[in-house]
């Protein structure tokens, strides 16, 4: 049977005993505040993950062991009884006048609950016999230590050589925030806590120690974001109304971003006109688009007649880009039968045309009218022009007309054919379309990354 001896009184005990002093003790204590500080989390190379444990043992008559045994250890939280937290075995430990080390940890890495709280206690079964009686852990000063860093409440100061990479600091409004700094400049580049209105707020700086962009999450009530640049900058503040919540650099938002949006123009006339027998304009309007796309023209107004009967009445009402000439389908004829009965007539009039834009260059829409025979006048004539930037199919635009074709053949209705003609172009005419933004997109994109991996060679040429 094995026995271990009592170094203070020289006679057998069934107890391990740890050395007072030496090298060995010193290692197991120091091993066991690393267990407490850092079990569980990766720790730096420099320190050991293991347990330094030494022992003596004797045999039944007293005697130093003098050959190799098979330690089984453990870890409890309780002196007695209770469920082993971690164990290893070892085997052929070599004995020396009754001495032997382990380094526990060493064939069963360490887990966290070994050292999470304490007491923990050691218990050791020397060539498969009865537990001996368990043995405690105890901390050194080093391990103390660690356990004040691990209940820290003033703050925390992580250190890369002399720069406190990460530490909390203290703001002017008395909040807690942690700080970053650079290594190689011993700037501050980040700090994240909380605001002067207590929200949560992230700074980060330029290399030049200015505020680069800052974020805090409940300005004055709503969220803020501003990007600072060295010229020009850029804010989200929620707490603002309209326009005024984002605001952008001078030319920070490109002409198809800006433009690309409907637009309107519109005019009234509630006076009578006097139709006479040249073509003429009654009301116009102008709109200037930002950008190519059309521009959808609608007019209304009501014809009319003062009719004599067996005299002919008519004329003719239209839209026009140039105010001399109808376009094509533009010129709708009013009329009263040459038998009606003499008097009063009325006849609402609705027109609508498409007009090609170009970027920049005034569209001018004109509500034309002209008298054929008999008296016509027009009243409540309104004009409408809406630009429209981008087409979803087929447009056939309103043009000058080479002549009314309304001398040419009758035809009949869309044949099926005819319909599908139609169908297939608009659907060509929308993937042409979407086909050209993606392209302006990837040409952006491509120009987008030119510029960043220029500022990336040029930081890395600092």
Same mark, same amino acid.
């Given at each position: 049977?094995?026995?271990?001896?009592?170094?203070? =009184?020289?006679?057998?005990?069934? =107890?391990?005993?740890?050395?007072?002093? /030496?090298?060995?003790a010193r290692s197991l204590l120091f091993c066991v505040a690393l267990a407490i500080a850092g079990a569980g989390a990766a720790a730096y190379a420099a320190v050991p993950q293991t347990i330094a444990f030494q022992g003596f043992l004797t045999d039944a008559g007293g005697q130093p062991l003098e050959v190799p045994v098979n330690?089984? &250890?453990?870890?409890?939280?309780?002196? $007695?009884?209770?469920?082993a937290l971690w164990t290893e075995a070892h085997t052929g430990v070599p004995v020396s006048k009754g001495v032997f080390?382990?380094?526990?940890?060493?064939?069963?890495?360490?887990?966290g609950a070994v050292a999470k709280t304490s007491p923990r206690f050691i218990g050791i079964r020397v060539n498969g016999e009865a537990e001996l009686p368990r043995t405690e852990l105890r901390a050194t000063p080093f391990a103390l230590r660690a356990q004040a860093a691990d209940s820290v409440t003033a703050g925390i100061n992580l250190k890369s050589g002399n720069v406190s990479v990460l530490s909390s600091q203290f703001s002017t409004q008395g909040e807690l925030n942690l700080e970053w700094r650079s290594q190689e400049f011993n700037q501050v580049v980040a700090k994240l806590g909380a605001g002067f209105t207590g929200d949560g707020t992230l700074v980060l700086?330029?290399? +030049?120690?200015?505020?680069?962009?800052?974020?805090?999450?409940?300005?004055?009530?709503?969220?803020?974001? /501003?990007?600072?640049?060295?010229?020009?900058?850029?804010? &989200?503040?929620?707490?603002? *109304?309209?326009?005024?919540?984002?605001?952008?650099?001078?030319?920070g938002i490109?002409?198809?971003? %800006?433009?690309?949006?409907?637009?309107?123009?519109?005019?009234?006339?509630?006076?009578?006109? %006097?139709?006479?027998?040249?073509?003429?304009?009654?009301?116009?309007r102008t709109l200037t688009p930002p950008t190519g796309g059309f521009v959808l023209a609608l007019g209304q107004c009501v014809a009319r007649f003062a009719h004599s009967s067996g005299t002919a009445t008519s004329g003719a009402v239209?839209?026009? *880009? *140039?105010? &001399?000439?109808?376009?094509?389908?533009?010129?709708? +004829?009013?009329?009263?039968?040459?038998?009606?009965?003499?008097?009063?007539?009325?006849?609402?009039?609705?027109?609508?045309?498409?007009?090609?834009?170009?970027?920049?260059t005034p569209v001018t829409?004109?509500?034309?009218?002209?008298? #054929?025979?008999?008296?016509?006048? &027009?009243? *409540?004539?309104?004009?409408?022009?809406?630009?429209?930037?981008?087409?979803?199919?087929?447009?056939?635009?309103?043009? !000058?007309?080479?002549?009314?074709?309304?001398?040419?053949?009758?035809?009949?209705?869309?044949?099926?054919?005819?319909?599908?003609?139609?169908?297939?172009? $608009?659907?060509?005419?929308?993937?042409? =379309?979407?086909?050209?933004? !993606?392209?302006?997109?990837?040409?952006?994109?491509?120009?987008?990354?030119?510029?960043?991996?220029?500022?990336?060679? #040029?930081?890395?040429?600092?």
């Open positions: 049977m094995n026995r271990f001896l009592d170094n203070t =009184r020289s006679r057998p005990f069934r =107890r391990l005993v740890r050395k007072p002093a /030496g090298k060995a330690l089984d &250890i453990a870890v409890y939280n309780a002196a $007695s009884g209770g469920t080390a382990v380094a526990l940890g060493s064939v069963s890495p360490l887990s700086f330029s290399e +030049n120690g200015a505020t680069g962009m800052e974020a805090l999450s409940n300005r004055f009530g709503d969220p803020f974001l /501003g990007i600072y640049g060295t010229l020009q900058s850029a804010f &989200i503040d929620l707490d603002q *109304d309209f326009d005024s919540s984002i605001r952008f650099p001078v030319g490109n002409s198809v971003e %800006s433009f690309n949006e409907p637009g309107l123009a519109s005019a009234t006339n509630t006076n009578f006109t %006097s139709l006479t027998s040249t073509v003429s304009s009654v009301l116009s239209g839209l026009s *880009d *140039d105010g &001399i000439t109808f376009g094509t389908a533009q010129d709708v +004829n009013v009329q009263v039968a040459t038998g009606a009965a003499s008097g009063s007539y009325s006849i609402p009039v609705h027109l609508n045309g498409v007009f090609a834009a170009t970027a920049g829409v004109h509500l034309m009218g002209s008298e #054929a025979s008999g008296a016509i006048e &027009i009243e *409540d004539v309104s004009l409408t022009l809406l630009y429209v930037p981008t087409s979803y199919g087929t447009v056939s635009q309103t043009l !000058l007309a080479v002549g009314d074709g309304e001398d040419a053949p009758a035809r009949g209705p869309q044949t099926p054919g005819e319909v599908l003609s139609e169908k297939l172009a $608009s659907q060509e005419a929308n993937a042409a =379309r979407l086909e050209q933004e !993606l392209a302006t997109m990837r040409a952006a994109h491509l120009t987008m990354r030119a510029e960043m991996d220029a500022a990336r060679a #040029a930081m890395a040429d600092r």
